[in-house]
């Protein structure tokens, strides 16, 4: 069989499995029966080893060369969205109310396409892990993974991943050394007083004052300009206040944010400005405050010699592949791999005319699943096989 027809079987065969993945889509943690979609197309790829329910639903295949050398971890998320599809296709999701809207059908079904390559040809020294993540649009499935006693088994010198990216030309690759996604995480404020008649507020205690400071105050914190590395964002995205009781004075209320910076450092000091400010503001006002915070995604911090890897790999497989000037607003919970262990996320363009992502139209492209996993397949010998006087 010619070579060109190995990829265009591969294309079709990759198409296939996408639409198929797109056409049932799970919600995050819920990934079941998408997992047994994945492994049965990887137990025919004959992995050295296969590691189910990791971290939920999560896979993990091994392809090992049997010779000596470092351990390359390339990731795909599989998670769709609580959002329903307003597309026409013949693969549209069969599920209501729940869609691949951010293209992770397509990440999963590139990876796939990777676990074929490696089946016909072991890197040549070291070994490859493909894992298939859950949970990734909650932000929990990376800590559910490396926390995973399977995952230990792993231990990766570099850890690979990408995600489609509208607005860029179809099969673009995208990369920036440094910040690539924000650190994401949302915080509740949840504050306790004490209500009373609304002719006699100094008889109780009304956290009205303290809301309206902590709004003012995040505010104050953010730096909503993306060309500084001190970008910051404290969104106000939820706020309750007492009861629609008109002769009562509030004794409750709560205040939700959700906040953003390039840098895990800049995270932690808005973190901490918040919560002093908050304990000052409710020690003044005898009021009792709890708080949780939820849906963290770490900073995607890419490695320089990682990017350069992903953009020799581009350059040999023929793809264009541009520097972004500035990182991402959205977080991705690789981050969390890139704050473990030396790798990179990047992007491929999804195509100019694409939907964004989480839009209710928008859908994977198929072109770029095979241009994909020749880039992964590519990436992954380069460290595998490739002797790095810089790997430590
Ligand atoms: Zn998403
Ligand atoms: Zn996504």
Redesign the pocket.
Known sequence: MSAESLSSDLQQSLTLLRRQLHAAPELSGCEQHTAATLLAELQACSPDRLFTGVGGHGLIALFDSGRPGPTVLLRADMDA?PISESGSQAHCSRHPGVAHL?GHDGHSAALMGVAKLLSAARTASGQVALLFQPAE?TGSGARAVLDDPAFAAIRPDRVFAFHNLPGYPLGQVVVRAGSFTAAVQSLIIELEGCPTHAAEPEHGRNPAQAIAELLQLAQALSCNHPERPDFALVTPVYAHLGERAYGTAAGEGEVHFTLRSWTQQTMSELESRLLSQLAAICERDGLKARHRWIEAFAACDNQADAVALISKAAAEEGMSCVTRPMPFKWGEDFGLFTQRFPGALFGIGAGETQPA??NSDYDFPDAILLPAARLLYRLARSVTDTPNPNMD
């Open positions: 969205l951010c649009e992502l989480h």
